[in-house]
């Protein structure tokens, strides 16, 4: 009996876990499987994102008589970069203000790619009603136009603009906040 209990004791060593097969060692992207789908994955993500748009996305539509479109004030509006830009689509105005020259009167200039058949901008506080006033075309081309403004500007005023091209109205707003150039070399790059 007691050789029959010493060999319970000395139970055979468990065997070492067998791998399932001897290719389980290698790496990961040595798999020809990973790196096919490490290949393909970003592809389709590229075509999936391209058809989403194409089959959901707005389309852009010409810009219909009659009809009014709001502009979107760009970054440069936002700081002092001397002049400030609004667009839709591929209708775009490019806005400065021109400083007085000796105390004289400010100037407003408003550049287009676009020839436009009129301009009104209404220029002050943001809190009270301006009176729109239309600029004028510089020497006939319909892609220049200057106001005279008769105060000079302050940061704090709004500038509310409606432009005419094509029997459609544009429309945008933005603040004055662009009106000075500044550059952190305190030198005027414009001229140059």
């Keep these: 009996m007691t050789e029959a ?3 319970l004791l000395q139970w055979p060593a468990a065997p070492r876990h067998q791998p399932y097969h001897r ?3 290698h790496t990961m992207l040595k798999n020809k499987h990973i790196i096919i789908a490490m290949i393909v994955a970003p592809i389709l993500a590229v075509i999936a994102y391209l058809a989403t748009d194409a089959l959901v996305g707005e389309k852009p539509q010409a810009a219909a008589a ?3 479109y709001s502009l979107v004030t760009l970054p440069n509006c936002r700081y002092p970069s001397g002049h400030c830009t609004l667009k839709n689509a591929e209708f775009k105005l490019d806005i400065r203000l021109q400083p007085a020259a000796q105390s004289g009167p400010w100037r407003l200039l408003v ?3 676009h020839a436009l058949q009129g301009i009104k ?3 002050g506080p943001a809190t009270a009603e301006a009176t729109p006033q239309p600029l004028q075309a510089v020497a006939d081309n319909p892609r220049q136009w200057a106001l005279t403004l008769p105060r000079p500007p302050e940061q704090d005023d709004l500038l509310r603009l409606v432009a005419s091209a094509g029997d459609a109205l544009y429309y945008g707003e933005t603040t004055l906040a662009f009106m000075d150039y500044e550059t952190s070399f305190g030198e005027d790059f414009r001229s140059q």
Excluded: I, M, R
Aim: net charge negative; aromatic share 6%.
């Design 5 to 7: 209990f010493l060999s």
């Design 66 to 68: 009659g009809e009014s």
């Design 23 to 25: 290719e389980t060692n």
């Design 111 to 113: 550049d287009s790619p």
């Design 121 to 123: 901008v209404a220029l």
